[in-house]
């Protein structure tokens, strides 16, 4: 799919581009979003430039991420997908500043593409050229980035207050074995995604890095914005940090609390087997053969043993279902 956006008005106006036209020459920002190799081309003609390859984009290393081809400046970024679900993904994105216009190439679908046109279109100048639309996606970006872990943090501590707080007549809340398998799942996406988001505000601080390197040729008031947004990227990275210490700390400390509930049902079963030790013990060595025992010519002994056999086996088994222990 291939877009182009063009500032009208004081506003943006989005331009769905057919097949084999050429964008608006008008356009500062050109977005191609699973783009097929007819688009590219396109883009390839309108602006004269190389447009990277999906395994070019995947690479790790610096040198291919960030680097400047023909006085075009190439700018690969992981940005977060997918936050609010089960399975939040990460996802590259390539931002090509061509002098004055900006081209993003990308095969997922990050929130900030779609919030951002509609917040460029109620903010004059936002998108007047392709580096003001640089600067508002990543702003955008960082927004998102920093809303995600406000989330995270919220959950995890009301998390903490249900697990580990007292209950409503000021005891310790005893959870149950379901609760605390549900709170292990919990705890586990909210690392995943907090792992995540570290990740691409750590690739989002060194294309904000790469930005602001003395030979380009930027203007004092984009240089500022650089910093600032590169400020902002610090910050929630060293958040992150905070909130994965915090998440490791719950963790430890919810297998302490299933290692403790696992040692008072151990101490359950080692106590019922030391008060029935004797008894045992007393039957085995006389072996219940005596002379006189009146129960041998009872009639109804025999279903009467059959039925307390399975009493006995029942009211243990329920016992312990009631207390969560099986």
Known sequence: MLRAYVPSNGSLKVVEVPAGDLPPPEATWIDLYKPTREEEQTVERALGLEVPTREEMQEIEISSRLYEHNGNLYMTASVVMNADSDQPEV???????????????????PRAFRTFPLHAARMPGVCQTGETTLLGLLDTIIDRAADVLERVGAESDA????????????????????DLREALRDLGRHHDLTSKTRESLV??????????????????????????????AHSLTEHTAFL?????????????????????????????????LPPTLIASIYGMNFQWMPELGWKAGYPFAIVLMIISAILPYAYFKRRGWL
């Open 203 to 232: 690739s989002i601080g060194r294309l904000l890095t790469f930005l602001a390197q003395p030979g380009t040729e930027r203007s004092k008031d984009f240089r500022n914005r650089v910093k600032s947004l590169a400020r902002d």
């Open 159 to 178: 998390l903490s207050r249900e697990i580990f707080g007292p209950g409503s007549g000021g005891k310790p809340t005893r959870a149950s074995s379901d």
């Open 244 to 276: 994965s210490n915090n998440l490791t700390f719950l963790l430890d400390a919810m297998l302490g609390l299933i290692n403790v509930e696992q040692n008072s049902i151990i101490k359950i079963f080692s106590v019922a087997a030391v008060v029935f």
């Open 91 to 109: 996802t590259a994105v390539t931002f090509i500043l061509v002098g004055r216009r900006l081209a993003t190439i990308r095969y997922g679908e």
